[in-house]
């Protein structure tokens, strides 16, 4: 009886670790994606003025990635951060938990890499 219990127990903490594990993936994707986004802020407000494209001339909102594309080549890690961002997201919604921190980790270094 007293092994039940404690096997019971056990069964019941693991299925209760992966949504605090997933919690923590998608609390890192946040805060780095709101890195991300005033990286690319800084870069935009830094930059020359350009024309606004058609999709501005259509009413659609700025995406982090339209801004991202628009600042050209200099923005290119950004680009690229942004990309392990959406791999991230995509991991986490699978469950992948690893992949989810490693793509996070990606982004990390590339912002980390800008000047």
Request: aromatic share 2%; net charge positive; hydrophobic share 45%.
């Amino acid at each position: 009886m007293k092994y039940l219990i404690l096997s019971s127990a056990m069964l019941l903490l693991s299925l209760l670790s992966p949504p605090a594990i997933a919690a923590n993936c998608q609390d890192s994707i946040s805060r780095t994606q709101a890195a991300v986004d005033a990286a690319i802020g800084r870069r935009a407000g830094n930059g020359p003025w350009q024309p606004e494209s058609l999709n501005a001339l259509r009413s659609r909102q700025p995406t982090p990635q339209s801004v991202a594309t628009a600042e050209g080549s200099s923005s290119a890690a950004l680009r690229r951060a942004l990309a392990a961002l959406d791999r991230a997201r995509a991991a986490d919604g699978a469950g992948d938990a690893r992949r989810c921190h490693a793509e996070v980790s990606k982004a990390q270094h590339l912002l980390a890499s800008l000047p």
